[in-house]
């Protein structure tokens, strides 16, 4: 198998992978603040995200994948005021309409962390880092002081002065004005926590750096989120984690993803051109939006366009009813003692497919390629196969469909073996309780012939006084 290499936005290279602690991928990724509804550009990082955490699981990576929810923020508090509800009601709301929108979307982070349930780690890392020195108190709030970082820029590339916008007062109060808050002194109204500082909250940037090393540790792998967080977001995580932990890097490697666009502009929700992931998912079924965002590289811009979701639809049909057709004829299908000519050539196209899906994704995750492939070895079907009574065939194919999808994870979901058994113990209850019913009720005739049915099927009834156990004796 290649060797994965992944873009690193720190060095502006392709670099080899490897990880912190062998046959383990230890990733964050920068969540919602949740204020508003998910909308297609959050969709677009999660699920590219998610592609790349299942490509490390088909290598045989252990992924532990970590998302958090920024669940306090200005922006979390002008909503509340606007509408006149607390912030509680309104995280609360919206992380509910998230974590909807991505289970739908199949991407299952691993632990979805909130901000305000992690207020006493966050105290205690601003208290270390004023005790190292990294950070000054002024006026009730709690600075990070950018010139004891050296590194600072590295990341974003952003050294000649540029900054964020802030208030005035806010100015007054820092040595310099990249200072970026750690801890925020309350204003008039606003939700608060206690702190040795006063009453307030924390500053944005510190969440990822506490929680990502609570569940985590450091260093970690993979930190991920949108190319609008380099700066200064993730310039700013860098430099206190980095001060905090003593640890350099504190990430191995940095992906962003590129930005979904509507009319060229960044989709946002303070620039209100937004499509709600809701409203695309009673258009579209979730799987088509995934085949649709995978079919772009993860650090291409993508512009949202409701005429590339309709060919995704039709490419998500044309490949899903082939796989279905692959297993329906694998049933009939028998193995052959020999192959043509013919078959040995479509078999080696179907491996080298193969080959080539995992070259793809090993340079830098290339879901256009693997894509691509994918919709070859569909006309392969189609073309060659669909026609053939050849097992050997079917079962590269379906291998290799199989193979893709641990990625795209589009194909139509099969029963998980636990969900399996737990369906089949329920109905083995279920007939318990009708034999014994049926007992009560003097209709020996017909509880025995569930024992004895069930029997047949490799399932013994075992009566201990009015208790009825069973065991499979056949899987
Ligand atoms: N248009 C977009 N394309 C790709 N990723 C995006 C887009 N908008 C947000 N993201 C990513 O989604 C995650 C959550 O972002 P966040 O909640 O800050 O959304 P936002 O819509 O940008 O909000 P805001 O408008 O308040 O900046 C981040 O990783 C961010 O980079
Ligand atoms: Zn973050």
Redesign the pocket.
Known sequence: MPKIKIYNTLTRQIEEFVSSEEGIVKMY????????YS????A???ISFDAIKKYFQLRGYKVIHVQNV?DIDD?IIKRANQEGKSWKEIADFYTEDYINAIEKLRIEPDILPRVTHHIEDIIDAVKRLIEKGYAYESNGSVYFDVSKYDAYGELSKKTGGENWRQEEEVIKEKKNPFDFALWKKMKEGEPYWESPWGYGRPGWHIECSVMSSKYLGVPIDIH??????IFPHHENERAQSEALFGIKPWVRYWL??????IRGE??????GN?VFLKDLLSKYKPEVIRLWVLSAHYRNQ?EFNEELLRQAEANYKRITTAYIEIENQMKSAKPRFSLSKEEIETMNEIINLHREFHRAMSEDFNTTLAFKYWMEATSIYYKKVSNSENLSLFQSLKFLFDEIDRVFDILPQKVRSEGESELAESLIRLLIDVRKALREKGNYELADKIRSELGNIGIQLMDKGSETKYLVTRK
Do not use: E
């Open positions: 990724v920068c969540g919602p603040t949740v204020y508003d909308h297609i550009g959050h677009r990082t999660y920024t922006k991920g989120g949108g190319g609008d967080l962003h993803t590129g930005m979904l666009t960044k989709m946002s929700k303070s620039l937004i993508i």
